[in-house]
């Protein structure tokens, strides 16, 4: 079985975050929750936020997991599928709710 990784290493995780998970604290903190439609983890994250940053959007964090909260020192904004890990992808194409970022956009 996968051993969670230990507090002094430093990885990333990537998926959407969560609707309604994103709250503001103090100053420049931020918490949120990342999902890959399975599990979410609790991330916690203090600094400038990409401008594509949002929930329901695609994100990569690198940080630490410390007592169950990632901690995050980078944040990045994705919204190309290459960023997203394959599994992401398909569990959301399966849902019906991934959308192609290269599809032409639907017009009204």
């Known amino acids: 079985a ?18 309604g998970s994103l709250k ?7 918490s949120f929750r990342v999902t890959d439609t399975n599990a ?3 991330v916690k994250f203090t ?3 990409p401008d594509l940053f949002g929930e329901n959007q695609g994100v990569v964090a690198t940080g630490k ?12 904004a994705k919204h190309d599928e290459e960023y ?3 599994e ?9 709710v991934y959308v192609d970022p290269n599809a032409a956009p639907a017009t009204n």
């Open 40 to 42: 979410a983890i609790p």
């Open 88 to 96: 992401v992808v398909d569990a959301l194409k399966e849902q019906g």
């Open 65 to 76: 997991y410390v007592d169950g909260t990632f901690m995050a020192t980078e944040i990045l």
């Open 2 to 19: 996968e051993t969670a990784p230990g507090p002094n290493e430093t990885f990333r995780i990537g998926g959407l975050v969560e609707e």
């Open 47 to 49: 600094g400038v936020l």
């Open 24 to 30: 503001r604290g103090q100053g420049a903190e931020i």
């Open 84 to 86: 997203m890990p394959k």
